[in-house]
């Protein structure tokens, strides 16, 4: 039996403009971080959008939008980063892979796209650095195959970090404190 697919749409906390990643807020990427993957994972859901692309101070000034138009002003709010790190790199007509970590401060999922290519996303809620040995087992990720870290935090939005590479079947990485980080593995030989 084939799943409808379900999606999120039109949500917004209609608070002050919240441009931070970590502030706390509802309106924090961090929390929209958070939100998505509770979409995905216990909703399974297939897209999860957000009310407004842009939006400007005259409007409404509220959190309507990722991103605000102020004049020639273009201001990126932190819920921006959190979806730029699903949306960039979980194409269309992607699947869900198994993911699992015993790690409470971590959620992890992975996603393969039709080209093959596979994207970890990893949310670290802690207060301090997790270093995480991600395992590719039946992924068909070659040993040797390069890695690109993207970070989101309070100083980085969606930045590639230094690659790694896949050494027996498996990768090591340390996440910051409070970061969304996506890994994005090539395609197969296969």
Avoid at 155 to 166: D, Y
Avoid at 171 to 178: D, G, K, S
Wanted: aromatic share 12%; no cysteine.
């Amino acid at each position: 039996m084939a799943l409808t697919p379900a999606w999120q749409t039109e949500w917004s906390t209609f608070e002050s403009w919240d441009p931070d990643w970590d502030s706390g807020s509802p309106a924090s990427g961090l929390t929209w971080a958070r939100h998505i993957f509770a979409g995905l994972d216990s909703a399974n859901l297939s897209a999860f959008l957000y009310w407004w692309g842009s939006s400007t101070p005259q409007m409404n000034g509220d959190n309507e939008s990722l991103i605000q138009l102020d004049g020639a002003a273009v201001l990126p709010s932190g819920r921006l980063w959190a979806f730029a790190n699903f949306s960039r790199f979980v194409r269309p007509g992607a699947v869900r892979i198994g993911a699992t970590t015993t790690d409470s401060g971590l959620t992890i999922d992975a996603f393969r796209n039709t080209d093959k290519s596979v994207a970890v996303v990893a949310l670290n809620t802690a207060a301090g650095p997790s270093p995480v040995t991600f395992k590719l087992q039946n992924t068909a990720i070659p040993n040797g195959a390069v890695v690109t870290p993207y970070l989101t935090d309070d100083s980085s939005a969606v930045a590639a970090q230094p690659r790694i590479h896949v050494s027996g079947g498996a990768f090591t990485w340390t996440l910051p404190p409070r970061s969304l980080v996506t890994f994005q593995l090539p395609a197969s030989a296969a």
